[in-house]
């Protein structure tokens, strides 16, 4: 899993707002848990080419690097070896590929696991996959040479010992702690030749993989032409891969409509207004507006469209350093006040999925151990938000604003990046509406002045809210910067801030929006904490007891006075969230892990530093000719698997 740092520009399935039951909440975890074509290996050609769309090439092809991102994993998963995937309910499970068995042996006094390896197991170079490799990768990932410069090292800290197991072709692995997460260790398993020597893992393995243990290799990547290309593996002991080859193509997200059209893309994450025309996948779940299909005309045919919930969440980070936000109160404020309903609403609806905002930091929705722990923040609602403002001081002036502006007087709140936006949503709603018309097509006019309507009434909405008086303290107002990307890619953020900024109005709180350039947003912004309020995504994970620790460990003084923050940009956090973390990672029983990993996500929402929103919507074009291709959701895809339908069949 690449490094979680690599995330503010990154499914599980939700569940149906409003369904009382069980079933309801099981069918929309169906229906939004993956779409993925699928037909038997026999019925698909050898050979071709897939050409698939990635935001950009990565920096680096070392996953356990800082600014390893998602293109790495990628590349990771159809190159390297892979001990352990993960299936659509976000569980591991035994890669078959790699290994017979993989199992505990002994708790006491140590636990020890010992991995039967495939004896097929063998990298392109011809040496076979073994107990020198997993050496040299707990070696360099073990954080007791400096040298190695790992983005961290999680899991590896507690093996004591890696050796040769009882048996032939085993590999035992010694713990000085107990650790459950280990099915996440030597996954994915780099060649020994990569992890011996420092400088080639530090500086080498950015730029080159030179030897393989998946169905692909890595053959080239073109800097020019932004492509990386991978080719089929043929020592590769396993099914072998369908393709010849699979290119990963950086291409902007506002241009990949066309590429489709044009041919020069198979396979392409898009936005919601550029699905529409697609065929819907079959076994998917359909839109709610899906609009017919494309004409042939627009090139758009022999396309289609597969939506599930991405393998990641938004939330609002609130930065709890200092100001209003040191004060846990206006943080539980802000929490109450934002409606996570109409947020998931808002983006999951015009997605075509499932609408259900998400309920916990450490489980996506229809994952193997989820829990609804949001009830902790207390009562929801504008009412009880404006209480504990109250409570920490913040008056809200009565009776209209003032023209002066003065501080302390009531100040008129901004209308927020929401309002312009659909007022703008509205009038070209109408347009459209009477461009329609004009051509006799009256039916879809109808719908259209329906949306102008609808639009409307939210920039109605908005504009009301932000008539609120602003809160005042000790002559102070109650503004917060509210840290946004600019660019297409965060089009939607922005369209999500700004519907907070109207939330927030309502109890007297003014957000001041400052949009940045979005390849300085993390790093010049988020990281050094420039922020009071911004919006950014996390990875999910089946390993939480692993991953999120660093995302809510509290800061520590370093040095120099300043606080060592690992992931925790939020500058939020206990002495108890860490331990409760510390002892799941620590847990082998699963029931009394999942128990303390609810108690931590219990706790990580009473701080009120990290608020979840909704899971990402992932909507992914394909060729209908093409299987084992589109949107994966929690699941780790099966590269060699990815092929085109027989002509013949």
Not at 86 to 104: C, F, H, K, M
Not at 356 to 380: C, F, I, T, V
Not at 513 to 523: G, H, R
Request: net charge negative.
């Amino acid at each position: 899993m690449a490094a979680l740092a690599a995330v503010g520009a990154l499914v599980a399935p939700l569940l149906l707002a409003g369904c009382g039951g069980e079933a309801d909440e099981d069918q929309a975890a169906a229906m939004g848990a993956q779409s993925v074509p699928s037909v038997g290996r026999a019925e698909l050609e050898r050979g071709g080419t897939v050409r698939w769309a990635v935001d950009a090439l990565p920096t680096t092809l070392n996953t356990f690097q800082p600014d390893a991102d998602r293109v790495t994993d990628q590349v990771a998963g159809a190159v390297l070896p892979m001990l352990f995937t993960v299936d659509a309910t976000g569980r591991p499970q035994l890669n078959t590929d790699y290994l017979s068995s993989a199992e505990i042996t002994e708790r006491e006094p140590k636990q020890t696991v010992v991995y039967t390896l495939n004896p097929d197991a063998t990298w392109s170079d011809g040496e076979k996959i073994g107990v020198e490799d997993f050496v040299a990768q707990w070696q360099a990932l073990r954080g007791e040479n400096e040298d190695f410069r790992p983005a961290r090292n999680a899991g590896y800290e507690r093996v004591e010992n890696v050796r040769k197991g009882p048996e032939p072709g085993q590999v035992e692995v010694v713990f000085a702690q107990p650790y459950a997460d280990w099915r996440a260790l030597f996954t994915p398993l780099y060649p020994r030749s990569l992890t011996t020597d420092a400088k080639r893992f530090n500086e080498g393995s950015r730029t080159e993989l030179p030897v393989s243990g998946g169905p692909f290799t890595l053959a080239k990547v073109d800097e020019k032409a932004a492509t990386i290309t991978l080719e089929r593996n043929d020592r590769w002991w396993g099914d072998p891969a369908l393709l010849d080859s699979l290119e990963l193509v950086a291409v902007e997200r506002d241009e990949r409509r066309a590429a489709l059209a044009a041919g020069t893309l198979d396979v392409a994450e898009i936005a919601p207004a550029d699905a529409e025309g697609l065929a819907p996948a079959h076994g998917g779940p359909p839109a709610a507006d899906d609009k017919p299909a494309a004409d042939d005309a627009e090139g758009m045919n022999g396309l289609a469209v597969h939506r599930a919930y991405d393998a990641a969440y938004t939330q609002l980070a609130l930065n709890g350093t200092s100001g209003p936000l040191a004060d846990e109160r206006v943080r539980w404020a802000i929490a109450r006040a934002v409606d996570r309903a109409e947020l998931a609403e808002d983006v999951h609806t015009p997605a075509g999925l499932p609408v259900k905002p998400l309920g916990s930091h450490l489980r996506m929705l229809g994952q193997d151990g989820y829990r609804d722990n949001s009830d902790a923040l207390g009562e929801s609602g504008a009412e009880s938000a404006a209480e504990l403002l109250d409570e920490a001081g913040w008056q809200q002036p009565a009776g209209p604003a003032a023209e002066d502006g003065k501080p302390g007087a009531a100040v008129a709140a901004p209308l927020g990046a929401g309002w312009p936006a659909a007022e703008q949503r509205a009038a070209l709603l109408r347009q459209a509406a009477g461009a329609q018309r004009a051509q006799g097509l009256d039916e879809p006019a109808d719908a259209t002045e329906a949306d102008a309507a609808a639009a409307a009434a939210e920039a109605e909405e908005l504009a009301d809210r932000a008539a609120t008086p602003v809160r005042t303290r000790d002559g102070a107002e109650l503004r917060l910067r509210f840290v946004l990307p600019d660019g297409p890619g965060a089009e939607q953020l922005r369209d999500v801030a700004g519907r907070i900024g109207g939330m927030l109005a309502t109890v007297g709180i003014r957000v001041d929006y400052e949009t940045v350039a979005a390849d300085a947003f993390f790093a010049d912004h988020i990281q050094p904490g420039d922020f009071d309020l911004t919006l950014y995504s996390w990875p999910a994970t089946a390993y939480p007891a692993t991953d999120a620790r660093p995302l809510f460990a509290k800061p520590r003084p370093a040095p120099g006075g300043e606080l060592t923050v690992e992931q925790n940009y939020t500058r939020v956090g206990t002495d108890y969230i860490d331990q409760l973390l510390d002892q799941a990672a620590g847990e082998l029983d699963e029931e009394e892990q999942e128990e303390l990993l609810n108690k931590a996500d219990a706790h990580i929402w009473a701080a009120a530093g990290s608020v979840p929103l909704y899971q990402r919507p992932q909507l992914v074009a394909a060729r209908e000719t093409l299987s084992g291709a589109g949107a994966y959701g929690l699941a780790t895809p099966r590269y060699q698997d990815i092929g085109y339908r027989s002509a013949t069949r």
